[in-house]
């Protein structure tokens, strides 16, 4: 049966077949209460094999060099103890874990402009980012995650303190054995200088792809072409493969223009560019040797309350979206990643 088992494994690689160990991600979204089988299984029904846990660190401007985290003012999911319970049943359910602490800066200012005033803030700024990115390192090692992602759209913080990166990502590595990803933005990831210090090249891959109300298969093909290639020779060049650490698109009109855009703005639903647009990434990707996969953004835990026809929101549940990434997840389960 073996023999069998791994001729027809040698077939499908020969035919061009789907790489075997792609990872098929959701960004699992911090909630106020605990997770229960119940939530997890709406995420095994797409046959997503990994999730990104989710912690948060809080600030109260981007020039506010404290970061607060793991309160008790926090919600369940956005802490360590929740993060841990999250992991757990995840873990339980084979499906493998990115924890990914990430910042929020009060009334959702970028994070990426994120500058100090002084030194001093700098300084004062490090050593509670260095605690913040430390503390989910050695959770990520306790619950065996396997991969940890050292922070999301930080640009202006890595351009002014690059030494201070260096020096964290050396002390990650002797608490984390597992992979190491970095979260950067979509015009960001091309001048990230630290590359060659981590396992995968992160990018949440929100790239503008064009400008119609809703754009066909083909006018979203084409916009992908100058970008796929560009992360196809960075992937060459730092001899790492790339992975987007989030990926998703706005059920609307015009999804394609802004691909970033959180705010609530009030242009029409729009499902059917939602699920060509994913469609259209995955068709680009997932059969690249150089791509490792992706996480969906977002994914909540209360599958049934979620998403909807009426939902301009990033999130596919409950709508087309969720049907294109159910049958391309369905084609890989498990990840060797």
């Not at 004062?124 to 260095?130: A, G, R």
Request: hydrophobic share 35%; aromatic share 16%; net charge negative.
């Amino acid at each position: 049966m073996r023999l069998v088992c791994f001729f027809f494994g040698l077939i499908l690689i020969s035919c061009g077949g789907q790489s075997q160990d792609k990872i098929n991600g959701v960004s699992f979204v911090g909630s106020r209460e605990e997770v229960t089988q119940a939530h997890i299984d709406p995420v095994l029904k797409i046959h997503a094999n990994y999730a990104a846990v989710m912690p948060f660190g809080f600030m109260r401007n981007p020039e506010h060099p404290e970061l607060t985290f793991n309160t008790d003012h926090q919600w369940y999911g956005e802490t360590a103890r929740g993060a841990r319970q999250y992991i757990d049943v995840l873990h339980k359910n084979g499906v493998q874990v990115m924890l990914k602490p990430q910042i929020w800066i009060w009334r959702g200012a970028f994070t990426g402009d994120m500058i100090m005033p002084t030194d001093d803030d700098w300084s004062t700024f490090e050593k509670s980012y260095e605690d913040f990115i430390l503390t989910y390192a050695k959770l990520a090692e306790e619950t065996q995650c396997s991969v940890y992602c050292i922070g999301t759209e930080l640009d202006e913080f890595i351009k002014h303190r690059p030494e201070f990166w260096n020096d964290l990502i050396g002390k990650v590595r002797q608490v984390f054995k597992g992979k190491l990803t970095y979260a950067a933005n979509w015009d960001e990831y091309g001048r990230t200088p630290f590359w060659d210090q981590l396992d995968y090249v992160g990018v949440n891959a929100y790239f503008p792809l064009c400008e119609k109300q809703t754009p066909t298969v083909e006018t979203l093909t084409a916009g992908w072409q100058p970008w796929k290639t560009k992360l196809k020779q960075i992937s060459e060049d730092l001899k790492k493969p790339i992975l987007f650490t989030e990926f998703g698109y706005r059920s609307m009109d015009y999804t394609g223009k802004k691909p970033w855009l959180v705010d609530r703005i009030q242009e029409n639903v729009n499902l059917k560019a939602q699920a060509d647009a994913t469609q259209v990434i995955f068709d680009e990707f997932w059969d690249e040797d150089w791509f490792a996969g992706g996480f969906v953004w977002k994914w909540f835990i209360h599958h049934d309350k979620a998403g909807g026809y009426a939902d301009n929101r990033f999130t596919p549940q409950n709508k087309p979206a969720e049907s294109v990434i159910r049958e391309h997840y369905a084609q890989v389960k498990k990840s060797k990643l």
